[in-house]
């Protein structure tokens, strides 16, 4: 499975394709950052970063898309920004008629290493041990991006089959 | 020029298309309010927002978009969805190919009103007057929308020429 990971932002947003299964190592097939110019108006960007994911999800035709979820403990005035950002890359999934999700940047760092609360150095040497690279993802920005594609490649489908499994009536 | 007014929302989105000049009362043209459903996933209803907007962008033909700004004094949890429904419009907007400006309530308070301190009932009572409306405009969630619409008319426009006179040297 295919998976397109968004670390959503206005002036930097990480964005990373993921090929892989639950369980077993994933393959990074491709990692950016869409960048806009916060000196730009506001509906100029979101159009530029629009285009952006639109490039991502046509070059690489992913068959799912994750997104970090924005939440409320950020600062106001930054999480505006975020948010549309994060709508934009909702959108975008949902008009290339993909299943979209959403983790928590604590839901993701549990899923690649075991704990939610992990820093930023142990989370990006988990996802470069778990894509086989050689070195940390580059740019750096994009590597939470990759690690919330491999959440929903994890976690996700595990989710999924335990919710087939609930309705299927096997934990009655 | 015809100009649509958008008051942001996820659960509710005020939509009113105006069409009018600076000083001169406006005329109605249409106004709605597109609505999604809280317990349905946040892509399909932020998909089912642009498909709305879309709607009233092509039935309607505005020659630009005016926004409400979403601010930092809201409440954070709200903000994040209020956010995310704003991004989606200011994009449908620039996707159309249309300019799109955006107005804080006090701004839009004080084009209709006057006063950026006007309550709800005084702005109602003016937006009526304006667009010539024997009742109030129905829905009432729309009416904010009509609002921002009037605004963008009567101040975007007395800004467009404030900046071309400036730029043409007249204020030096």
Redesign the interface.
Known sequence: MRVMGVDPGLTRCGVGIVEGSPGVKGTMVAVGVIRTDPNT????R??EL?AGLRDFLERHQPEAVAVER???Q?N??S???T??????A??A???AGLP?A?YTPSEAKAAVCGNGSADKRQVTAMITRILGLTDPPKPADAADALVIAITHLWRGSLQNKLRLATQKGAWR
């Open positions: 108006e506001l509906a100029t979101l159009f629009d924005v939440f409320s950020h106001v005035a999480v505006i920004g948010a549309q950002a994060s709508g934009i909702m959108l999934g949902a008009k979209v959403t």
